[in-house]
Structure formats: C-alpha cells, structure tokens
C-alpha cells in the first residue's frame, strides 16, 4: 500500500486548505483511513478517520472546523480544514490500516504534508 498526500501550505488564521491523500496498491484489507498530525516537540495526534462503511470522527480540537470524506472511485480521502488556527501548524499524516484500534501502530503512512498557519 503506497499513499501519497497533498495540499499542504501556508494560510492565515481563520483561512481553509483541503488536504488529499491517495492510495495505491493492495487495498482490500483497508477498513480505515485517516489523518494525523505532530507540531514540534509534541506526539503524534490523531485528527480524524473514515471507515469502509463510511462512519466518520473527528478530534474534540477540530470537530466543527474539519470534516474527512473519501472518493472511493478515486481511492483519495480529503481533509477538508476551515477556520484554521495557529495551533493547527503541524505536519499532516495520513494513514490506512485494517483497524481504527491498531491504526497508529500497524497502520500504512503517506509521506506527510506541512500546513502552517500564521496569525
């Protein structure tokens, strides 16, 4: 399995990026997709995941502001990012895995892309 992200950049607060990430390869086995994220100096920090059957959750620190889709013609999954804050300046991960529970650990990781947003 091969992901690819994409969308990156630098916004203003309160501006909006959408971030795309592409799967290749061996995809049966895949039943989650999502993003993470790592500021500096902090862990990695789940932001939001999407299952197979379409079900959907966001982090408390941006459920409101980001919403996660897939184009499953197009096996890409989107982060859609609004109102974005200072404190969402991290580099962006997204991953696919078998489970949501074992995701962070056993899960496939694209290359990351780096949102910054300035105040």
């Known amino acids: 399995v091969q992901l690819q992200a994409s969308g990156g950049g630098l916004v203003q607060a309160g501006g909006s990026l959408r971030l795309s990430c592409a799967a290749s390869?061996?995809?049966?086995?895949?039943?989650?997709m999502g993003w993470y994220r790592q500021a500096p100096g902090k862990q990695r920090e789940l932001v939001a995941y999407i299952t197979s059957g379409g079900n959907t959750h966001c982090a408390d620190s941006v459920k409101g502001r980001f919403a996660i889709s897939e184009d499953n013609a197009k096996n890409t999954m989107y982060l859609q990012m609004n109102s974005l804050k200072p404190e969402d300046t991290a580099v962006y991960y997204c991953?696919?895995?078998?489970?949501?529970?074992?995701?962070?650990?056993?899960?496939?990781w694209g290359q990351g892309t780096q949102v910054t947003v300035s105040s």
């Open positions: 991953n696919a895995a078998e489970n949501i529970a074992t995701m962070h650990l056993f899960g496939y």
């Open positions: 390869g061996r995809l049966s086995s895949l039943n989650v």
